[in-house]
């Protein structure tokens, strides 16, 4: 009897343990089948090629271009190779370049390393319309991050937030002129410019930390 009730008992055990084990067991298989294609569902991942259209048939794309040694007559004074930049919107400008100045990202590096070697140096401007609600907190933010956004409850999503920034983002710019031949335009704030001196200190920060490298400063973004 006891003998019949270890063997149950054994039985149960084993079953219990299977069952188990069975659960937590991953089992890979492979297959020789076209897996299916992946589905995009964000326009920025979307595979899609499109078709230039055909040229118009009048067109010719070959044009002559007469060089004098010596020099041309009729040109423009040299312009430097770093003349076109491009612009970074506040709000995302340490999602691109970096948090902090210690944490640049790679590819924002790389990146500007390109242009460099194309054009000699590379002009960047950061502000657009969320510099003008713009505050530089130069204790940092509550969250602990370089940039803050807030928005109304009831604001819609295309609405501009107010961006308060820290003075990381000025020192990671910095940090980038040190790295790659980077100058900065910067914009100021308009918002209360008058009441609360956030322009001016934004002002006196920019100069100070990006020296040099401040090609000049945007006052407001859209000022009518």
Not at 93 to 115: D, H, Q, S, T
Not at 177 to 205: E, R, Y
Request: proline content about 5%.
């Amino acid at each position: 009897m006891a003998s019949g009730m270890r063997s149950k008992l054994s039985l149960l055990l084993f079953a219990t343990l299977s069952a188990f084990v069975s659960a937590e067991v991953t089992v890979y298989t492979s297959s020789t089948d076209s897996a299916a294609l992946a589905q995009y569902t964000v326009a920025s991942t979307d595979q899609t090629f499109l078709n230039a259209p055909a040229p118009p048939a009048d067109f010719n794309p070959a044009f002559f271009v007469q060089l004098y040694d010596g020099g041309m007559t009729g040109m423009s004074n040299p312009v430097s190779g770093g003349l076109l930049g491009f612009s970074i919107e506040l709000s995302v400008a340490a999602m691109l370049m970096g948090e902090k100045p210690a944490v640049i990202r790679p590819e924002f590096l790389n990146y500007c390393a390109l242009l460099e070697a194309r054009g000699g140096s590379v002009t960047i401007r950061v502000g657009g319309n969320t510099q003008d609600k713009a505050t530089l907190n130069m204790n940092g933010n509550p969250n602990g991050h370089t940039i803050q956004k807030y928005k109304g409850n009831d604001a819609s999503k295309t609405e501009t937030p107010e961006v308060h920034f820290t003075p990381d983002l000025l020192l990671t710019m910095a940090e980038i002129s040190k790295l790659v031949n980077a100058n900065w335009f910067f914009g100021i704030p308009f918002v209360n410019n008058n009441v609360d001196g956030n322009a001016a200190l934004v002002l006196q920060n920019a100069q100070g930390i990006l020296g040099k490298n401040l090609l000049g400063l945007q006052m407001a973004n859209e000022p009518d």
